[in-house]
């Protein structure tokens, strides 16, 4: 079959695809409007999209290795754009991303402005080089670019491990989500939520490699786009009249300035606030005279339950008591560490609202060329580390030529573009509805969405609304919302519909699963093409081959999964770690390997390892949840920003141990030539 009847077939596929999930979407709102119970309305959306994906996961099924690996390198430009999109519009993108911007306002773009920069350099530096070379993996490449003296399995095993540590920070955070969205809308315990959902990740990878995960990606694209456009065309109608967000925008953010200046300077928001520094001082206090008010603490908690108890005091309070105990520091080292954090969040709570679109907030000069060195560094390490995610580059090898591989980065730009720039919308138009609606309103009348998102996580509520100041009147210092609840919460802060949140939970899933699958495809087939048949076993069969990446898929989702089930962090701080690591270690590697002929074998080696290193001491050191401290901070850049050490650090490490290292020899000039050859 010829590239265009496949082109014509495919597009015909998807279409009906599409009117079919737009019809499913009316028959449920009409479910809906004629009584049909919430409850089921989300059982329905994820049951039914998750056996969509197993169809296509069961009719792609293949044992036969190009398939398997690249889809058979025959993957239109057009769809690889749209499959790519879907691979990279993670749950970071989809659901992380609008509430970023909503709690931080112009800082957030630097989000949108490093991955989309990404993609420019991935278009021009890398992806044409990796399909003319066209072999399976990105360790293949950087293999056998990189030959010498040593055995050409020491530069694979380096870029293997990359990879493999890369890419599973990344889909614990995929996961997470999953588990997350699963959780929302069917009310199992988060850490069932992410075994059911990790199902569905299997179905696509297990079965039928990269040609059954290409097909759902691109089905996924298209459930996620429709998910994400209908609450935000309805926020943006309610507010502006305007249909079209983007254009709505401006009128949005005029509108949330006015609201924003209104709240700084309202004295009920000043109580508040005043009330929030004093929390800060007593915290202030306690830690001062540790370990002792660490102990009287106790012994009055413990005091106040047995009063309880002795009194015939209502259950609840001595529950709350009991919990409160529960919970309470378990030595004066704990106590410590909570009491620093709860003073820093205090104190955050006590300042005044940062308006929306204010560049780089501080409270002097320097706060702010810190903030502004920060979002330069963050931008950096994001544009690098997107143009070296390997789950990304590996879909460049599908494509029937170097042509279609650069279409297919204009298609994914193109793609990826059209989420991105309602994104900001989203998150004014949702800024603007809560300061507008929720703040100002009656305790005793707030809305159901808050008590029922409160409820999803006790420990760790994703959204919490506490009457500091006694008033019954809902004030904006009170609320404390999480960053991975605004998208997924916008229906039902616009009313709209039940079916809309069943149909936003299905759009996150559908990000969640389409990365998901592409970096467990992407770990297995390193360890079983890279480690395995390169490495321990080059005799193997092709059957073989691709029975143990199913095996080693598996083993890894497994692991990911019971990670993701610990809560290990917020999905966007995972996320950005994950685009350090792959700057640092990849990506001076392949851009000096196609655009500089001296580069050699030791410096390639020297590079990743550096890089890497250099990255990874600064995470371990600066990061509080890795044992690290603030304080040790070069230049007071954040560790997810590690990369803007890294890279420079692997960069120099190729060029000067390649210049004191002999040149490469003829044959990997050659190869040059010809990767440099339209």
């Not at 903030?371 to 390997?390: D, E, I, S, Y």
């Not at 039940?498 to 939970?505: D, E, M, P, R, T």
Request: charged residues 15%; aromatic residues 12%; hydrophobic residues 50%.
């Amino acid at each position: 079959m010829n590239n265009k009847s496949f082109f014509r077939r495919l597009m015909r596929y998807y279409v009906l695809f599409t009117i079919g999930f737009v019809l499913f979407l009316f028959a449920l709102a009409i479910l809906e409007h004629e009584g049909f119970p919430r409850v089921w309305i989300g059982y329905v959306f994820m049951f039914c999209t998750i056996v969509m994906y197993a169809i296509i996961g069961v009719i792609s099924r293949t044992s036969n290795m190009l398939e398997y690996y690249v889809a058979g390198r025959r993957v239109p430009a057009f769809f690889n754009g749209m499959a790519t999109a879907a691979d990279w519009i993670s749950a970071a993108s989809f659901i992380s991303l609008a509430g970023g911007l909503y709690l931080w306002g112009f800082d957030g773009l630097a989000y949108l402005m490093g991955w989309t920069g990404g993609f420019v350099l991935l278009a021009v530096l890398i992806a044409p080089f990796l399909r003319k070379f066209g072999q399976y993996t990105i360790p293949d490449y950087l293999s056998a670019r990189y030959t010498g003296r040593y055995s050409d399995n020491v530069v694979r095993i380096i870029a293997v491990a990359a990879t493999i540590i890369v890419s599973f920070t990344y889909v614990v955070a995929q996961i997470y989500g999953v588990g997350l969205i699963t959780s929302r809308f069917t009310g199992v315990d988060f850490s069932v939520g992410i075994f059911l959902g990790l199902a569905s990740i299997l179905v696509c990878s297990f079965l039928g490699g990269m040609r059954a995960v290409t097909w759902t990606q691109v089905a996924q694209y298209i459930i996620l786009i429709i998910a994400y456009m209908i609450p935000v065309v309805w926020l943006s109608i309610k507010h502006t009249n305007i249909p079209i967000p983007p254009i709505a925008y401006g009128s949005a953010i005029a509108k949330l300035s006015d609201r924003e200046n209104i709240l700084i300077d309202d004295p009920k928001e000043k109580e508040v606030r005043a009330i929030f520094n004093l929390y800060a001082d007593d915290l202030n206090d306690k830690l001062q005279m540790l370990p002792e008010s660490w102990e009287n603490g106790r012994a009055e908690i413990q005091h106040n339950l047995e009063a309880l108890k002795l009194g015939n005091a209502p259950l609840l309070e001595i529950k709350q008591t009991g919990r409160e105990l529960a919970t309470y520091p378990k030595d004066a080292e704990e106590a410590e560490r909570k009491w620093i954090e709860d003073r820093a969040a205090n104190r955050e709570r006590a300042k005044p609202p940062t308006r929306h679109t204010e560049p780089f907030p501080g409270e002097d000069e320097a706060a702010s060329d810190i903030k502004r060195n920060n979002f330069m560094a963050l931008v950096f390490c994001l544009m690098l580390g997107t143009a070296a995610l390997p789950h990304v580059l590996v879909r460049y090898y599908t494509t029937p030529s170097v042509k279609e591989a650069r279409d297919s980065v204009f298609w994914t730009i193109f793609f990826i573009m059209a989420l991105y720039i309602t994104i900001p919308a989203l998150a004014v138009l949702v800024k603007y509805d809560i300061y507008s609606s929720l703040v100002g309103s009656d305790f005793s009348k707030l809305p159901e969405w808050v008590s029922y998102w409160a409820n999803i996580d006790k420990i760790h509520p994703l959204v919490a609304i506490n009457d500091v100041n006694r008033d019954g009147i809902v004030q904006l210092a009170e609320i404390v919302m999480d960053v991975d609840m605004v998208v997924l919460a916008t229906p039902e802060i616009a009313g709209l519909p039940y079916v809309i949140s069943g149909l936003i939970a299905a759009g996150g899933l559908a990000a969640a699963l389409s990365t998901a699958d592409g970096l467990l495809l992407t770990i297995s087939n390193a360890l079983s093409h890279d480690v395995y048949f390169k490495t321990v076993d080059p005799h193997a069969t092709t059957q073989k081959r691709v029975t143990v990446s199913k095996l080693l898929l598996l083993m890894v989702a497994l692991i990911a999964a019971y990670i993701a089930s610990l809560k290990p962090g917020d999905i966007l701080s995972l996320v950005g770690a994950a685009f350090s690591l792959a700057g640092s270690a990849l990506f001076p590697a392949l851009v000096l390997g196609a655009m500089w002929k001296r580069a050699n074998q030791e410096g390639a080696i020297a590079g990743m390892l550096i890089g890497f290193g250099v990255c990874a001491f600064y995470m371990l050191h600066t990061h509080p949840t890795l044992g690290g401290s603030h304080a040790a901070q070069w230049f007071h850049i954040a560790p997810i920003s590690a990369g803007v050490f890294g890279v420079p650090a692997g960069m120099l490490a190729i060029v000067i141990v390649s210049l004191l290292t002999p040149a490469p020899d003829l044959r990997t000039e050659s190869l040059i030539k010809d990767l440099r050859t339209p």
